[in-house]
């Protein structure tokens, strides 16, 4: 699954019991939210299973403030 606008991207995919977070570029609250209401439905089928998230940042630039305080906001749920 991708999420992509002018100056970023996500791609989200699930290997197994793992879902990896790949970003790029300059990421905006627009695309968090996105990628927040997709892990929602990536996890749904693990039902109370063990399962693990891997985020690979490697090429992101920049994040908005925004997009960070939507990333604080997420990892706290």
């Not at 693990?46 to 399962?51: D, I, M, S, V």
């Not at 403030?65 to 604080?72: G, M, N």
Request: with cysteine; charged share 20%.
């Amino acid at each position: 699954m991708e999420f992509k606008n002018k100056y970023g991207r996500i791609v989200l995919e699930r290997d197994h019991s793992i879902i990896i977070g790949h970003f790029h570029g300059n990421i905006n609250a627009n695309l968090v939210c996105q990628f927040s209401n997709s892990i929602f439905e990536h996890i749904k089928p693990f039902a109370g299973r063990p399962w693990a998230y891997i985020s690979n940042s490697y090429t992101a630039c920049a994040a908005t403030p925004e997009a960070e305080e939507q990333f604080t906001h997420l990892a706290n749920k």
